[in-house]
């Protein structure tokens, strides 16, 4: 069982920066894909970034490219999420999530095959 705990939320300008964090217990961190998802209020789950097991390959959402930046230290079980440039649209809580995967170079994008989750950390961007 893999617990998550996201920080690094809170309540940013708009053009500003956040750096979230998850730190991961309970399991091997390196044999996960990491994720990171977003829910705004009254919208549905969707992915932002993700990052494979050896950390070499990321994704991004197209809202996000050139802005976030996703890193794992798998010595210190952690996976980061670097926001640049915040928009209010970027205002939701967000939420990280592990995927375990044979394959070190995949990347995953999609919600359900994830198999831990976080409690989230709210980001709040204002204009």
């Known amino acids: 069982q893999v617990q998550l705990v996201e920080s690094g939320g809170g309540l940013v300008q708009a053009g500003g920066s956040l ?4 730190a ?4 091997t961190f390196s044999r996960y894909v990491m994720g990171w998802f977003r829910q705004a209020p009254g919208k549905e ?6 990052i494979s097991r050896s950390g070499s390959n990321q994704a991004y959402a197209d ?3 050139g802005r976030f930046t996703i890193s794992r230290d798998n010595a210190r079980n952690t ?5 640049n440039a915040l928009k209010p649209e970027d205002t939701a809580v967000y939420y990280c999530a592990a995927d375990w ?10 919600p359900a095959e994830y198999d831990y989750w976080g409690q989230g950390t709210q980001v709040t961007v204002s204009s």
């Open 63 to 65: 809202s996000v490219k």
């Open 45 to 50: 789950r969707e992915f932002v970034s993700a």
């Open 19 to 22: 750096r979230l964090s998850c």
């Open 79 to 83: 996976v980061f999420l670097q926001m």
């Open 24 to 27: 991961a217990s309970g399991g």
């Open 101 to 110: 995967k044979l394959n070190t170079m995949v990347v995953t994008s999609t």
